[in-house]
Structure formats: structure tokens, C-alpha cells
């Protein structure tokens, strides 16, 4: 039980362009979803937290208008990335909780800005 | 502020035992988790602790001392698939994650 995806789990693109990033808890109803970046050899970085059917926090530095997170369902958050740069480029992951103190991550997005 | 700390890395001989050491301080504390992140792959949950003391689960386990702000991950009979990185993370009074950076671990046979 507790199975998180992810899609796509590797992609490429061009810069200026955007992305959009999927995450599906599969056998759970989550009522918060996580998403975080990671840079090579660094730890996790939260990027926002989702409710359903709420407007994402987002953390100090973020900028909520270049990534763009909708939390439409207890199954679904979706991440894009608008005008995306090769800064940009990141391991991104999400997670899905149930209870307050679990999280379950999904396998992560590899995303190359070119 | 926040602040979690563990060693950047630490080698270690297939068969042996390591002890990873994670230190923290939170704004309020309700726990404490442990991940193992392999290299280009998310991380999987390894424990969580929230009473002090040691938990066991198979060749891993993980104590914590609340009133030390202190935990350790002690990893038995050390398999050269347990390469990684372990991550300490502590949940502070909102639930919050904070995350350490991770500890890189390195099994020569």
C-alpha cells in the first residue's frame, strides 16, 4: 500500500518552454501532497505544500508563478514548470501524506532544461 | 533556527556495522525520520521515531534521545546494496519536515 507515481520520470525540453509534472497517489487518498527539488549531492528542498482544492504554499524563495502547482484531487497534484531554464533543471520529487508525520515519495521526475 | 547535521560521508566494510549519528534542532519536535536515497532515485522510508529509545526492524535500527536532540541509524551486516544516502529528518510542532543533508555511506567488500 502507500504507492505514489510519478510522470514523467525523465524529461527533456527546450528553454522557454514549459513542463508539467504528474503525481498520483494509487491506493490512498492523500490529503497533502509535497513537492521538493533536488540538486545533485544535496538534500531535499521543499518547494510547496498542496492541499485539495486549496492554493499551494509555497516556500521562501519559490516563485509560485514560474511553478505552478493544482491540487484538484485527493489522487492528483500536478507541477509545471512555466519558461523553464536550464537553472531549472532538477531531480523533482513528490510526496503524498496521510496522517500528518508519514510521507510516501514518489520515484521522482529527472528534468533537463536544454 | 532549524537545523539538522549528520557526517557528509562515511565508509564502511561489506559484513561490518555502522552507526550514522543525526543531530537537531527544531521548533518543537515530533518525531524523527530516517531515509535511504539511492543515488538518482526518490527516498524510501526506513523508520520514524517519536519515543526515545531504540527500534529495530531487521539489520536496521534507529534510537533517538529527545532531551540529546539526538538519533542515530545502525546498519548490521552491511550488504554492498546498502551504498547510499540516509537521510535524518525531524518534524517540528506544525509537522513540517526538516530535512539534513544526508550522509553519504560507501561499502568496500
Known amino acids: 500500500g502507500a504507492v505514489v507515481s510519478q510522470h514523467p520520470s525523465r524529461v527533456i525540453c527546450k528553454s522557454g518552454t514549459s513542463v508539467k509534472i504528474e503525481c498520483r497517489s494509487l491506493d490512498f487518498q492523500a490529503t497533502t501532497m509535497f513537492w521538493y527539488r533536488q540538486f545533485p549531492k544535496q538534500s531535499l528542498m521543499l518547494m510547496a505544500t498542496?492541499?485539495?482544492?486549496?492554493?499551494?504554499?509555497?516556500e521562501q524563495g519559490v516563485e509560485k508563478d514560474k511553478f505552478l502547482i493544482n491540487h484538484a484531487s485527493l489522487t492528483l497534484s500536478t507541477l509545471t514548470v512555466t519558461s523553464a531554464h536550464p537553472e531549472d533543471s532538477s531531480f523533482y520529487i513528490c510526496s503524498a501524506s496521510v496522517l500528518e508525520y508519514e510521507q510516501y515519495f514518489g520515484p521522482g521526475t529527472r528534468l533537463t532544461v536544454t | 533556527g532549524q537545523n539538522i547535521d549528520q557526517p557528509t560521508e562515511m565508509t564502511a566494510t561489506e559484513g561490518a556495522i555502522v552507526q550514522i549519528n543525526c543531530t537537531y534542532q527544531t521548533s518543537g519536535f515530533n518525531g524523527l525520520f530516517w531515509y535511504q536515497q539511492h543515488a538518482g532515485e526518490a527516498p524510501t522510508f526506513l523508520s520514524y521515531?517519536?519515543l526515545d529509545g531504540l527500534e529495530e526492524k531487521g539489520r536496521f535500527s534507529s534510537f533517538l534521545s529527545r532531551s540529546k536532540g539526538y538519533s542515530y541509524l545502525l546498519l548490521k551486516e552491511l550488504q554492498m546494496k546498502d551504498s547510499a544516502s540516509y537521510l535524518c529528518a525531524a518534524t517540528d510542532s506544525n509537522y513540517q519536515l526538516i530535512w539534513g543533508a544526508g550522509t553519504k555511506l560507501i561499502i568496500k567488500p
Open positions: 498542496s492541499n485539495e482544492g486549496s492554493k499551494a504554499t509555497y
Open positions: 521515531n517519536v
